[in-house]
């Protein structure tokens, strides 16, 4: 039985769990304490699986009690929870596709149900269709019609995961398929190699000795069909096998001999038009590449194939990072040797979105600052809600004050970082922020966010952002599109518009890193540098834990070609803070 390994997979299995229960109609408090359990989890610093062994320690995890605690002990040991498997086995696994649907909660789920003993997307739209939903309790003509445009929604990005998700079970592929003696290197390929912001299929490449002779690939290919999450073999061949796991999303292992590994690498991580470029480049130096090798023209003989550097090298090309493959005119700077050098993470010096217990978050100013000091960053900034955000318990004017000086306390008292003292303020729907203006004028740093009204008609929400961005306060404008990635599209407005006001009044743009937003996205932020707009990366951390997430963000960033010149938060503390005041 596969085991979850993280604090993620386990979370999952209790929501999920919670989710049932409710739609199963149990007491609240028994799904509240599923919900908990897996919230303190999800957040904590430390791995279950490396402190189940001692049980004061899980029991002192706020939300855990000797119930839960039970539960995870069974988790952990048989790989599922009793209860979780009851309930799939009475509601169909698809009862959860149902959740992922915009407007259709356990209890919504559970009336429909009741009703009509549908479980699945399919039978939910038919319902609909027939007017059968607006039959329902609490339900009418205009509540059915939006549950049809959410579940076009649904089919319109099913298919498609989060990055980190697809990490996650690379991971956990990676990890099993290792087990097989003869494998020496396993790879992720595809648009997770790339950086895309969301992936479709798992490419997994893999080589080695035992990838060599015909026997050892289909020892290896019936070792990773035993891989236990696997639902369904879709095909399987010579080296190759294709799957689904749980979560619906299809792996692509192949099984590559050592001489052709680089070729394979760069042709299953593409993209598709980056590599339609190259093998024309290649056609034109009379040679021929595929997924087995760069070789001659005439005769066939391989030129290159072992690394992806000598098949770049070969060509007269110098090597291109797979986050810039995509046929935007990498080939030509590569070929002129002007490739740019791409943002790393090593270049960030301070991370500047965090949110704690003031507001919503779930540490400490000084556990926040000790973990970004840990991360060898040189400076980062407190940023709490403002009072618009009541579910988030956002900060008043008198609050935001007191706020301050904590934060220039912590500041003095905790050493080798600088903590600027700022806010997240919301930008109303007028447009004006939701603080005085002589509050947010005693911050280092001003994110001006649009949490709410996104509906408003696109020259409106122009207005509203042009207004935010014209107060001498902002100093950059966090999330900038609104998008929730696979929940909520970006709200209509004119950036170019929005981008000439920024680089005029010198107001930054964040790449918010967090993976279910990546906002500004790559096309976005090469609009941005096209217009002379910096950009700041930050993760919008609510616990110390997702400060990691910053590579995501990283990641968007090369893949729209941006170097240190382009993020202000590679700048020295002193540089940044005068940025932070519109001197860059």
Same mark, same amino acid.
């Given at each position: #039985? ?24 149990? /007491?609240?408090?028994?799904? !509240? ?6 919230? *303190? ?8 699986? %490396? ?25 952990? !040991? ?41 479980? %699945?997307?399919?039978? $939910? ?75 479709? /299929? ?28 696997? #639902? ?11 799957? +689904? ?13 050592? /001489? ?14 980056? @590599? $339609?470029?190259?093998?024309? !480049? ?6 021929? &590449? ?22 770049? *090298? ?9 986050? #810039? ?21 090593? %270049? ?11 507001? /919503? ?10 973990? *970004? ?72 740093? $001003? ?7 996104? @509906?408003?008609?696109?020259? =409106?929400?122009?207005?509203? &952002? ?12 966090? +999330? ?28 930054? #743009? ?23 707009? =910096? ?23 090369? !893949?729209?070609? &941006?170097? @240190? ?13 005068? *940025?932070?005041? +519109?001197?860059?």
């Amino acid at each position: #039985m596969f085991k979850p390994t993280d604090n993620k997979a386990i979370a999952n299995i209790l929501y999920e769990t919670a989710d049932l229960l409710e739609i199963d109609g149990q /007491d609240s408090f028994r799904i !509240r304490s599923y919900r908990n359990a897996a919230q *303190a989890i999800e957040n904590h610093s430390q791995q279950i699986k %490396d402190l189940i062994s001692d049980p004061k320690q899980v029991l002192a995890i706020p939300g855990v009690g000797k119930g839960m605690l039970r539960n995870l002990q069974d988790l952990l !040991r048989d790989g599922k929870l009793a209860l979780q498997s009851e309930l799939l086995e009475k509601y169909h696994p698809s009862m959860l596709q149902l959740l992922k649907i915009q407007g259709l909660g356990p209890k919504t789920i559970a009336l429909i149900w009741s009703a009509h003993k549908v479980c %699945d997307v399919d039978g $939910v739209e038919k319902l609909a269709l027939e007017g059968k939903i607006r039959e329902l309790p609490r339900m009418g003509e205009k509540h059915e019609a939006k549950l049809l445009k959410s579940i076009a929604d649904y089919r319109r990005i099913s298919g498609r995961f989060l990055i980190d998700a697809a990490e996650i079970e690379c991971e956990k592929v990676t990890e099993y398929i290792a087990r097989f003696s003869g494998i020496e290197k396993i790879t992720p390929a595809g648009s997770l190699r790339r950086g895309r912001d969301t992936v479709g /299929d798992l490419d997994i490449l893999v080589t080695g000795s035992a990838c060599t002779t015909e026997e050892g690939r289909q020892q290896a290919i019936s070792h990773v069909a035993k891989y236990p999450p696997i #639902m369904d073999v879709i095909a399987s061949g010579d080296n190759k096998i294709s799957f +689904h796991v749980r979560s619906g999303m299809q792996v692509d292992v192949r099984l590559l001999p050592p /001489d052709s590994f680089g070729a394979a690498m760069q042709y299953f991580t593409g993209s598709k038009a980056h @590599n $339609v470029a190259l093998r024309q !480049r290649a056609l034109k130096m009379k040679y021929t &590449l595929n997924e087995y090798s760069l070789a001659e023209l005439e005769g066939g003989k391989p030129v290159a194939g072992k690394t992806e550097e000598e098949i770049y *090298a070969k060509l007269n090309l110098d090597y291109i990072p797979p986050e #810039m493959r995509e046929n935007l005119g990498e080939i030509d700077l590569a070929q002129n040797h002007s490739l740019p050098r791409l943002l790393t993470q090593a %270049d960030i010096k301070g991370d500047v979105h965090m949110h704690t217990v003031e507001t /919503d978050g779930r540490n400490t100013i000084a556990e926040m600052a000790e973990a *970004a000091k840990a991360r060898g960053y040189k400076y980062m900034a407190i940023t709490d809600h403002s009072k618009n955000l009541a579910f988030a318990n956002g900060l008043d004017d008198s609050r935001a004050i007191a706020h301050i000086q904590r934060i220039r306390e912590a500041d003095k008292q905790i050493e080798g970082i600088n903590i600027f003292a700022g806010i997240e303020v919301d930008i109303l729907a007028d447009g004006d922020l939701d603080l005085s203006n002589d509050v947010l004028a005693q911050m280092d740093i $001003v994110i001006a966010s649009v949490h709410s009204v996104f @509906n408003q008609e696109p020259a =409106k929400m122009t207005e509203r &952002l042009l207004k935010a961005i014209e107060n001498p306060n902002t100093s950059l404008i966090g +999330h900038p599109t609104g998008r929730i990635q696979l929940r909520r599209d970006a709200y209509a407005f004119d950036m170019h518009a929005v981008l000439t006001a920024a680089a005029k009044h010198k107001v930054a #743009m964040e790449l918010n890193a967090y993976p279910d937003r990546l906002d500004l996205n790559d096309v976005n932020l090469r609009q941005a540098k096209q217009h002379g707009v =910096k950009i700041v990366i930050n993760t919008d951390a609510h616990h110390t834990s997702h400060m990691e997430k910053i590579r995501y963000g990283i990641l968007q960033a090369r !893949r729209a070609w &941006l170097t @240190n010149d382009d993020v202000l938060n590679t700048l020295p503390v002193e540089k940044f803070a005068e *940025a932070m005041k +519109h001197a860059w």
